[in-house]
């Protein structure tokens, strides 16, 4: 079908060298973007100019130990990547500058447990939640410095997501399971924030600003124990106006919309039969059952039309910076494969097997 396979062979062959020549220059300057993967096989990050090209880069990311990759989060714009581990003491962020091939872990404390809610749009800065289980904290830290900053956000803010332009907020908080969740709008210190929403039975979660900062796409799902209950893709304007409602979406396993570059469309995960799989009990992911349930699917804000591609997705899609395709990470023959979809001719083809986590560096 494709040579995909013996490209990644080829490409294991190369690490040794590109592992060998060394760099001069500062990292800025030494920065290029491209397309990135994570190859299992050998805990290596590997970075081409497009998803069909050579790696030009092969960078070791081998999990701490007793950790799992969770997630691989690259910044909006520059060559900082966060690494999320799954580890025994809850997640933890892991930094790669993939121009100095530098890493370090965003705390030191390995007790501490830390996940990334979001990058800042510069890219130099990112958000936190700290502590969840003991003394929950959002913090701002700082890429180049690792100063952190307390933002006095509230302990029970599970979500967040900056304004296209950094200079507001948009978080979720709930006071636990039958308080339904609230979404507020504010400067980064907290102040002046307003109540965009408030949900008494529905939990709002994973809110993404478009583009052009003018709406906002996020996921509604039951106040409930269901682990992986279905969901709801909505809209809002950015003043948290006119709110509707736009297609079934999956809920539960943190597949957030994701706004094509133009602003123009929205991918998200989707099921084929929303009724199902409702689980209570401790499969997901790594059950072929739940995953096969599961659907990519593209909606187009102009016609309001909606496009499904069945897909055993493990992982959110990523745009390309153009917009012209989209890289998921499924499940195929119990193995993690990562596909990218041709956005024009609607043509889905595999690009690696025993990988994960595509995206790209701007």
């Known amino acids: 079908m494709n040579s995909a396979p013996r490209r990644l062979a080829t490409f294991f062959l190369l690490i040794g060298l590109l592992n060998a020549c060394a760099s001069t220059g500062s990292p800025e300057s030494l920065h290029r973007p491209g397309f990135f993967v994570y ?50 003491s809850g ?62 956000l509230p302990g029970f803010l599970y979500d967040l997501a900056p304004s296209p332009d950094g200079a507001r907020l948009l978080y979720s908080l709930s006071n636990g399971i039958g308080f339904g969740s609230e979404t507020w709008l504010g400067a980064e210190n907290a102040q002046n924030a307003s109540q965009l929403l408030v949900e008494p ?72 039969n929303p009724a199902a799989n409702q689980s209570q009990g401790t499969q997901g992911l790594d059950d072929p059952a739940e995953a096969a349930s599961l659907a990519l699917s593209l909606y187009t804000l102009a016609d309001a039309s909606l496009r499904v591609w069945p897909a055993a997705l493990l992982k959110p899609p990523a745009w390309s910076p153009e917009g012209t395709l989209l890289v998921f990470t499924a499940l195929e023959n119990d193995t993690m494969t990562v596909w990218q979809l041709e956005i024009a001719t609607q043509r889905a083809e595999k690009l690696y097997t025993a990988a994960c986590c595509a995206g790209w560096l701007r």
């Open 39 to 88: 190859s299992l096989p050998s805990a290596s990050l590997l970075i081409a100019d497009t998803p069909a090209a050579p790696p030009r880069q092969v960078i070791a990311l081998p999990p701490p130990a007793d950790c799992a990759l969770h997630a691989i989060h690259p910044a909006p714009r520059g060559s900082w990547i966060a690494i999320e581990w799954d580890c025994p």
């Open 91 to 152: 997640l933890r962020v892991q930094l790669l500058d993939t121009a100095s091939r530098a890493t370090r872990f965003a705390l030191r404390d390995p007790t501490l447990d830390n996940r990334l809610l979001a990058w800042h749009p510069a890219g130099r800065a990112l958000y936190l939640k700290v502590g969840t289980l003991s003394n929950p904290q959002t913090v701002r830290l700082e890429v180049d410095t690792g100063q952190a900053t307390d933002l006095n």
């Open 201 to 272: 039975a529905s939990i709002l979660a994973l809110a993404q600003f478009s583009p052009d900062g003018r709406q906002i796409a996020y996921i509604k799902m039951p106040d409930s124990t269901a682990q992986y209950p279905p969901g709801e893709l909505w809209i809002m304007a950015s003043d948290g106006s006119q709110a509707h409602f736009v297609a079934q979406a999956d809920a539960g396993r943190g597949f957030g919309p994701a706004w094509s570059p133009r602003g123009d469309q929205i991918a998200f995960v989707s099921r084929r």
